[in-house]
């Protein structure tokens, strides 16, 4: 069975530092590449972060580069986002995905195969 399911939304203040986190199945962590997006209201869903199925390369929006930071952890079969430096802007509803085995065009929304249901951050000014 797959499964995508992100938790750590919430409120926090301009500055301040969220971690959001994306739970899947064995089968889907072993061999996809993840990726992290996010959709304000009346906005198109946008790239966040991405890492690809091994690990090997990581890739960041312009929005967000130097601010936030994708990893995976095997064992937990989790990928996290660590947001610091948060903005206004960055409020959301931000959505895990997943790509079966791929190192490259991580940014591409059409790429991704399975979703999850997203979580909600804002950030209040």
């Known amino acids: 069975q797959v499964y995508l399911v992100e938790s750590g939304g919430g409120l926090v203040q301009a500055g301040g530092s969220l971690r959001l986190s994306c739970a899947t199945s064995e089968q889907i962590f072993s061999t996809y590449a993840m990726g992290w997006f996010r959709q304000a209201p009346g906005k198109e869903r946008e790239f966040v972060a991405a890492?690809?199925?091994?690990?090997?390369?990581?890739e960041y929006a312009d929005s967000v580069k130097d601010r936030f930071t994708i990893s995976r952890d095997n064992a937990k079969n989790s990928v996290d986002l660590q947001m610091n430096s948060l903005k206004p802007e960055d409020t959301a509803v931000y959505y895990c995905?997943?790509?079966?085995?791929?190192?490259?065009?991580?940014?591409?929304?059409?790429?991704?195969?399975?979703w999850g249901q997203g979580t909600q951050v804002a950030v209040s000014s």
């Open positions: 995905a997943a790509q079966y085995r791929t190192s490259y065009y991580l940014d591409q929304i059409s790429g991704y195969e399975y």
């Open positions: 890492v690809s199925w091994n690990g090997g390369n990581t």
